[in-house]
């Protein structure tokens, strides 16, 4: 997903708490700095702040950050000669999601709880195989067509 002009993100939202990877392809790269440190933070007044080196591709500069729990992720990029690239002067500022709430309910599940499950599946895999056989084989016994294998026939 690109959410500014050459800055692209492997995802469509940046979640809280999530592990997002950076692709940067804009001033730095298209002079062909050899190398570009982002230097970013998160919320409104630039917590957190950390600078880390990216790795240059054929895509473009790219790193692997974490977010926090923030609603904001503020970032530039800088070279090894410093020289900033940082939206002139207005920085990139992107907004994150808050985590979704999980839809699981989590129960105190005792050791009795699966026991009485794994019975109810093998008494299931019992029942099916009884009715397997006896739609296969009843007909059979009906019309008299079922014989029952013996040594002599299978030699």
């Not at 001033?27 to 440190?37: D, P, R, T």
Request: charged share 25%; hydrophobic share 35%; aromatic share 12%.
């Amino acid at each position: 997903m690109e959410l500014v002009k050459n800055i692209f993100f492997n995802t469509d939202k940046l979640i809280q708490g999530a592990n997002v990877k950076i692709s940067y392809t804009g001033k730095l790269f298209q002079e062909n700095s050899e190398e570009v440190f982002i230097h970013y933070g998160f919320g409104d007044n630039w917590d957190n702040v950390t600078e880390a080196p990216m790795k240059k591709t054929e895509l473009g500069f790219q790193v692997e950050l974490d977010l926090n729990n923030s609603n904001k992720l503020n970032l530039c990029f800088r070279n090894s000669n410093y020289e900033w690239d940082n939206n002139d002067g207005q920085n990139y500022i992107f907004n994150i999601e808050e985590a979704p709430v999980s839809l699981a309910i989590v129960e105190n599940n005792t050791l009795e709880m699966p026991r009485r499950l794994r019975k109810s599946y093998l008494w299931s895999k019992k029942i099916k195989l009884a009715v397997y056989k006896a739609i296969k084989y009843f007909p059979k016994l009906i019309s008299g067509n079922y014989k029952k294998k013996t040594e002599d026939s299978n030699q």
